[in-house]
């Protein structure tokens, strides 16, 4: 377990980022930095840096944002190199007109009815992808329906880059940039695909 963040590094991220972030929150061995009007949030500790934006619209400069505060943090915590870089992203995919991605899904990956004399008739299948780069980074999809929305497809995804890490801030910065716009290719592209023979027939 990491040592709480000394009280003058507090204050120096107190002092770089009220502004952006008016909410800050003492947490086990750091702090939590917070805008819930914009469902922003930025945890740190002497080991990790956390920064995410949720909402149902979030900005196109979200990350440019993010990259921002990193650069503020960085240097007052004396994070040392290399950096991990994780991603993590979810968001919706609109279905067309007419499809259903609940029997888009079962069709896909259709449960063993044996399976209902133990657990209950199965109702719903989601599918989940596990992909390593030749760099190392792993990426992990998964796709289910939007229960709450059941004309959309939910799809989560996680990258996170090769154990060694990367030198700099600056290039785990373009890390996390060209990893964001990958994984959402990947995510519309598993989608298509799946619904693909569905579309046909």
């Known amino acids: 377990m990491s040592a709480p ?21 003492q947490i086990p061995n750091g702090v939590l930095f917070a805008d819930a009007t914009k469902g922003r949030a930025l945890i740190i500790d002497q080991t990790r840096i ?4 949720n909402g149902a619209h979030v900005s196109t400069n979200a990350l440019e944002q993010m990259q921002a505060d990193l650069h503020k943090t960085v240097p007052l915590i004396d994070i040392a190199p290399p950096y991990r870089v994780r991603i993590e992203g979810t968001g919706t995919i609109q279905a067309l007109e007419g499809l259903d991605p609940a029997a888009v899904l079962r069709n896909y990956a259709p449960p063993n009815p044996a399976w209902d004399i133990v657990g209950g008739h199965c109702t719903h299948s989601c599918v989940r992808f596990l992909f390593t780069g030749d760099d190392g980074t792993q990426r992990d999809v998964h796709v289910e329906p939007l229960f709450a929305q059941p004309d959309k497809f939910y799809v989560m995804a996680v990258s996170m880059n090769a154990p060694t890490g990367v030198p700099s801030l600056d290039r785990a910065m373009r890390v996390a940039h060209d990893e964001v716009g990958l994984i959402e290719r990947l995510s519309d592209r598993i989608v298509s695909d799946i619904a693909e023979p569905t579309r046909t027939t």
């Open 50 to 53: 956390e920064v995410s934006e």
């Open 5 to 25: 963040l000394p009280a003058s590094v507090q204050g120096d991220l107190l002092r770089e980022l009220s502004r952006d972030y008016p909410s800050l929150t």
